[in-house]
């Protein structure tokens, strides 16, 4: 019987493996060692963290978040993991679900935690759309022309994932969104991950250089837009959009052009079939509900997609202007409908704010972050940008036939810059570029780490060995950037029931339509019951103002107060870790105004433990 060959897939077509990709280490490898090699840290991973995650100390979370409050044996999981995905990733061209369970059991391991740790809701902007789909389940409506205070009008404006959550609500019969909602980033990364390899192989044959710009992307992608948010829901859609048009979007002539090149780089051998004019317009009728899913669910998502499909255009491959101007339509009738009001409203802010690149990069906070955790998160961010940098320019130098041939990847990383030059997005917009360039980057930093197969003999062997040491201090260096990035500020994220509880009840003794203060609205339970109050957050301002503040704490906040308006106060040790951390208020500032308004004659105390301060505005 003749012996069957392992196949790999190039395109549409099913080929056998080419002698580089045995060179390149991609034929099977044979014997038990491999087999065990591969299942046994995945085992040896699994125990560590299961033992681990049940003795993490959630008591009294410090500056440094849940980084000194994990075991031990959490990071040795994490490094073994990292350690198997190395091993694993030799076979990745004959078993490329090795590298693809690795990367699941990092993705669990990295994000699962506050999933089974916490008995509340983490991120304080998840318990505010928590409230969004409460509010929708309760009134079974959207009001897109209602005025509500802190610009809780886009939810209903934008109402597509928070429609969608209160239908799943519904079918699963559970309480609400809580119940599941610290899951998302697992759920989010699961459904992301095959689209990623879907572009990843669009423009690369090489399993190894595949897989290791997915595991890129996950220790990169700290940026916190991954919770049970708008912005994670359609960045995920964007990112389906582009892998269909990337894959189906090919002009003929192009595909011909690319595959002699694909000839010189083997890593660049995955060229997709030229697609006809019919073809696309049936690409278009399939991605259109997604582009419109994106447009009713996100405000900033459906721009970044226009600017993604614009850079495209100057590619010959992908120059399908009937797809961007399908794009840009959906995207305006949303806006001058559903999105009117914001939509106005924000036109009349870019004259302020376009061009003015030093303020629309600007991280979001009012001031320095302080304390070590914080600082130590500010200081991680940056060196993982750097990295990522360095390691992405590195292969647009080097691995320049690859560059030609993934240049979409690198116009589609590229396309969210501008946007700098546009508005600051209430200071997230550094936040969204770095996320929207992400994909682009990461196949990039990966492709100056796995080495091309292609090249004299000699070349080809120091770039392999450069990276047997490279590939792991990068991979390294990146979980090391991950961790207090994702972690490192748990103080602010995460509030005990009680905390959440005191917060309720002072929501509930406050008459309708009474105003709320509070120092800042990045605690949980600051929405609750959103539309039947008005809340102010005080230290959200210039910080000379906040400093001002402190001289006179309860004469300020009655001066702000209308007359006759029924007024509440809550502070909480989750504001307190916040407007320090990121420098509202000086250290000491918190306890100095907590005091203040105690000893005032303006305020009367209603509610006071460890978990919080409850005071209402009025003589005593």
Same mark, same amino acid.
């Given at each position: ?12 077509a099913?080929l056998?493996?080419?002698p580089?990709? !045995?060179?390149?280490?991609?034929a099977?490898?044979?014997g038990?060692?491999q ?6 840290p995945?085992?040896?991973a699994?125990?560590?963290w299961?033992?681990?995650v049940?003795r993490?100390?959630l008591r009294?979370?410090?500056?440094y978040g ?8 959490y990071y040795?999981?994490l490094a073994v993991l990292?350690?198997?995905?190395l091993?694993?990733?030799?076979r990745?061209?004959?078993a490329?679900w #090795? ?8 993705l669990?391991?990295?994000k699962?935690?506050p999933?089974?740790?916490y008995d509340s809701?983490?991120?304080?902007w ?6 969004v789909i409460?509010?929708?389940?309760t009134e ?5 022309t209602?005025?509500?205070? /802190?610009g809780?009008?886009a939810?209903?404006? #934008?109402p597509?994932?928070f429609?969608? $959550?209160?239908?799943?609500?519904r079918a ?12 998302a980033?697992v ?6 991950l095959p689209v990623?390899?879907?572009?990843y192989?669009?423009f690369?044959d090489?399993? +190894?250089l595949v #897989?290791?710009?997915? #595991?890129?992307?996950q220790?990169a $992608? ?8 708008p ?5 995920l ?13 090919v002009?003929?002539g192009?595909?011909?052009r690319l595959r002699?090149?694909s000839r ?9 079939p030229p697609?006809g ?9 399939? *991605?259109a509900p997604?582009i419109g899913?994106i447009n009713?669910?996100h ?10 499909l614009?850079? &495209?255009?100057?590619?010959r ?6 797809l961007l101007?399908?794009? *840009? &339509?959906i995207m305006?009738v ?5 999105g009117r009001?914001?939509f106005?409203?924000?036109?009349g ?5 376009? /061009?003015?690149l030093?303020? $629309?990069s600007r991280?979001?906070y009012?001031?320095e972050?302080t /304390?070590?955790?914080p600082?130590l998160?500010?200081?991680? $961010? ?7 940098a360095?390691?992405a ?6 691995r320049r036939?690859?560059?030609r ?5 690198l116009?589609?990383a590229a396309? =969210?810059?501008p946007?700098?030059?546009?508005n600051?997005? /209430?200071?997230?917009?550094?936040f969204?570029?770095?996320l929207?360039?992400?994909p ?6 990966a492709?100056?780490?796995v080495?091309?197969?292609a090249g ?5 062997i120091?770039? !392999? %060995? ?11 260096a990146?979980l090391a950037?991950f961790? =207090? ?6 103080g602010m994220?995460?509030?005990?029931p ?7 009840r002072?929501y509930? +003794?406050?008459?309708?339509g009474? &105003?709320i ?9 600051a ?8 809340r102010w957050f005080?230290?959200?301002q210039?910080i000379?103002e906040n ?10 906040l009655a001066?702000g107060i209308?007359?006759g ?5 809550i ?17 000491g500032?918190f306890?100095?105004?907590k005091?203040?308004?105690?000893q005032?004659p303006?305020? %009367?105390?209603?509610?006071e433990?460890e978990?919080g301060l ?7």
């Open positions: 019987m003749q012996q069957r060959v392992p196949t790999a897939v190039t395109g549409s099913v056998p493996p080419p580089a990709a !045995r060179r390149r280490g991609l099977r490898p044979t038990r060692p087999t065990l090699f591969s299942w046994l995945l085992l040896v699994a125990g560590l299961l033992y681990a049940p993490t100390d009294d979370i410090g500056d849940l980084l000194d409050r994990f075991p031990p044996a040795g999981a990292t350690a198997g995905f091993v694993t990733l030799r990745a061209g004959t490329p #090795w590298p693809a369970g690795y990367s699941l059991a990092m669990v391991a990295l699962a935690p999933a089974l740790l809701v983490r991120y304080a998840a318990s505010k759309h928590d409230a409460t509010r929708i389940l079974g409506a959207v009001h897109p209602a005025e509500l205070s /802190g809780m009008s939810y209903d404006q #934008w597509g994932f429609s969608l $959550n209160a239908a799943l609500v699963f019969g559970v309480d609400a969104a809580a119940s599941y909602i610290n899951w980033p759920a989010l990364g699961v459904l992301t990623l390899v879907l572009v192989r669009t690369s090489d399993w +190894r #897989w290791t710009a997915v #595991w890129i992307f220790l $992608n700290w940026v916190g837009q991954d919770y049970l948010s912005q994670g829901f359609a960045y859609l964007y990112l389906a959009v582009l892998a269909v048009v990337v894959r189906h979007f002009k003929p192009s595909a011909g002699d090149r010189l780089d083997p890593a660049a051998a995955a060229v997709p697609t004019a019919r073809q696309r317009a049936v690409a278009v009728a399939i *991605v997604l899913a009713a669910s405000q900033l998502t459906p721009v970044m997609l226009c600017a993604t614009a850079v &495209l255009c100057l590619s491959r992908y120059r399908n202007w009937g101007a399908v794009t *840009v &339509l305006v949303w806006d001058l409908t559903m009001v914001l106005l409203e924000t036109l802010t870019l004259r302020a704010s376009a /061009g003015d030093l303020s $629309n991280a979001g009012a001031g972050p /304390g070590p955790g600082e998160v500010g200081a991680a $961010n940056i060196a993982m940008v750097g990295v990522l360095v390691l320019g590195t292969a647009v130098l080097l036939r690859l560059t041939s993934a240049l979409p990847l116009l589609a396309a =969210p810059v946007m700098f030059a546009v600051d997005y /209430g200071g997230e917009m550094l969204r570029v770095y929207f360039g992400l682009g980057t990461a196949f990039f930093a492709a100056a780490l080495p091309a197969a004299s003999g000699r070349a080809r120091a770039a !392999r %060995r450069t990276a047997l040491v490279a590939l792991p201090l990068a991979l390294t990146l950037g961790l =207090p990035s994702y972690y490192g500020k748990e994220h995460y509030a005990p009680a905390e959440l509880a005191l917060t309720r002072a509930d +003794r406050a008459p309708e009474a &105003l203060l509070a120092t800042t609205g990045s605690f949980p339970g929405y609750y019951r959103y539309d039947h109050y008005e005080f230290t959200e210039d000379p400093l001002r503040m402190l001289k006179d704490p309860a004469g300020y001066r209308p007359e308006r029924p007024a509440y106060v502070l909480t040790p989750t504001q307190e870790k916040a407007v320090t951390g990121e420098g509202y208020l000086p250290p500032g306890a100095e105004l005091a203040a308004l105690k005032s303006l305020f %009367r105390v209603v509610e433990s978990h409850v005071l209402v505005h009025g003589i005593r």
